[in-house]
């Protein structure tokens, strides 16, 4: 967190990394579409903590639900990013190498989308 | 549709080529999934027919909905279905002809996937 | 369908039932609501019979998964409405006799909604 | 968190002060239903840490959409609690006191669950 770098030749390239990341927690070297992830992802804890704050504070229920159903949909929106990824890469990859290992990839982000689409 | 084989030798092959399908529609040289789906929709057809009639008998209105829950799963199952054989077949294929065709298919195929999780 | 009754005093009081119903299905001295009810749900079972179509005829399977939730969403959505008659009429009723009578009918709907979000 | 203040006069005011709000939030005087709700809102939200941190981890992509489906379900199991909640006091109240007050609030209701469905 209070990383202090020396000022060597490297400080640009580490104040670099350090850009990338948010606020409170520093990422580097991560995909850009980790660092976005993680961004949503907190995103949406700060929510669930508005809603406790809001049931906490005897908001309007339906006002309540309204925002239940905004943090549902956003939390639904990075699995379904993730499925895009993972279809990208690992399942791509798998295909790439044999048939055999596309095929078992596929059965297994099959049942990841189904337990998506249910949840 | 009408067809009305004349009787030769051929009769008991196309007979049995026949039953494969189901009363309407006869199915022949498709793949055993293909046969499946169209059972499992005629199935869901039926059981929309069904909660029709349910409506239009005055049926308690919560019977109504526990039915419209379970024939939207049966629906959805049949898409969850879909995308593990779209992923199997178009998007293995194309990932194995390119990491291009592979990632354009992959958009595709995650982009049909959101609109089932969001249905 | 082509019915075409011979002009007697009859005739008025069948031309007048024949118009409440749709073309299959007569349906007389229902409520708006019902009427409207049943013409979604014959909506949504030809589009069923839409997608059994497609996949009998080798649509591209992006096409059918896209007419999949749509049509999840259709019945959903006469669910929701079921669902919204239901509490106008029979758990308002309920609550007006008794608050025993109403807490025993919001306990059934909100399983049904339930049953509904979770499908 | 370990306060262990010293016996003065100010003591039963700082054991108050504490018991308003810790991590595990003792909770007095609410409705047992809204302690509830805290808890499991509180166990939603430290979940999407979770899956946070197994983004930050690499964890086996698989593995984090499992987590997401898990808590989007959590989380939609808290909103079918409130809809119950709800529909069993300000509807049930309202119908109680008009037809008018009970229709107003069933509209409203029906359009929060509208939107729980279809997130």
Redesign the interface.
Known sequence: MSVTPTPTHDAVAIAAAHDDGSDE?P?HGYTPA?AE??RR??R??GQ??G??RM??EDVY??D???Q??????A??A???G???????H???DA??ES?EA??AK?????A????????
């Open positions: 927690t990422v980790k992830y993680l992802l907190r949406v804890e669930v903590r809603i406790a049931v906490d229920c339906i309540v639900l309204t239940i159903a905004a943090v549902t949909k939390l639904q990075v699995g379904i993730l499925v895009e990824d993972h279809l990208g690992c399942v791509v295909a790439r048939p596309g095929a596929v059965r297994e982000a099959s990841a989308i189904a337990r998506l689409v249910r949840s």
